[in-house]
């Protein structure tokens, strides 16, 4: 244990749990934001993902939430299905489909977006603003740095 204190890594590893621990307690807000209108965290997070930057290739959309692109096909299978989204080849590259917001899929985000932002910001009210533009920042950087050690190996 001694050699791990030594190099920082202790230090690592708690963060690595803090942090861990912090995105399962706030992401239980947004959670139980999403499912109380009838969406699962994965459905809700694509209508997210396009209500916030507009259409989107299919592969984008999957990489920002983190799936695998067979989860992403199925859920934006079962949204288009309910009017909330569609599909359109890029004209371009007809191998790139992007997807967006039906006008339906705009007006249930546009109805529950606010609501759902007021419990984020709910679940972040132990921070005074300039802490959350720090932790934002230090985040960030600690993204970017692993993300970088990822491209490298």
Known sequence: MLELQEFGTERSLHLYRTLAHTFKSVN?????GSKVHG???TAYGVLEVLYMKGAQPIQQVGAQLLLQSGNVTYVIDKLEQKGL???KH???DRRIIFIELTEEGRRTMDE???GYAVKIDR???GLSEEDK????????KLA???ESLSASN
């Open 28 to 32: 239980e807000h947004a959670v139980s």
């Open 39 to 41: 969406f699962n965290p």
């Open 85 to 87: 989204l569609c599909r």
């Open 90 to 92: 890029c004209p371009q």
């Open 112 to 114: 529950i977006y606010p």
């Open 123 to 125: 679940a972040v009210s």
């Open 133 to 140: 533009e720090l932790l934002s920042e230090l985040l960030g």
């Open 144 to 146: 970017h740095g692993a």
